[in-house]
Nanobody, 114 residues
Framework: QVQLVESGGGLVQPGGSLRLSCIAS????????MSWYRQAPGKERELVAS????????SYTGSVKGRFTISRDNAKNSVYLKMNSLKPEDTAVYYC???????WGQGTQVTVTA
């Protein structure tokens, strides 16, 4: 059974940092590209960042470029999202996704507020 478990969310002030983690089990992690998505209240889920199977290629949505960094450790079956200079508009539930086939984690809440 495939499981993706996110952690690392929380409450942070604007300008602060968080590091999200996603640990995968039940799949051959190194054969999956990985992504982080987020969904804010009342909004559609959006792609935040992606990383290739080897970790050599990454991409980001424009609003997080230069602030967020996606990385992975295939030996630990884990993908990470380091988030710096957080803004209130980054508030959302953050999900990790493995592709392909597609698997989703349960999400972790990130709240940025003064």
């Amino acid at each position: 059974q495939v499981q993706l478990v996110e952690s690392g969310g929380g409450l942070v002030q604007p300008g602060g940092s968080l590091r999200l983690s996603c640990i995968a089990s039940g799949l051959t992690f190194s054969t999956y590209s990985m992504s982080w998505y987020r969904q804010a209240p009342g909004k559609e889920r959006e792609l935040v960042a992606s990383i290739s199977r080897s970790g050599t290629s990454t991409s980001y949505t424009g609003s997080v470029k230069g602030r967020f960094t996606i990385s992975r450790d295939n030996a630990k079956n884990s993908v990470y999202l380091k988030m710096n200079s957080l803004k209130p508009e980054d508030t959302a539930v953050y999900y990790c996704k493995a592709t392909w086939p597609e698997y989703w984690g349960q999400g972790t809440q990130v709240t940025v507020t003064a």
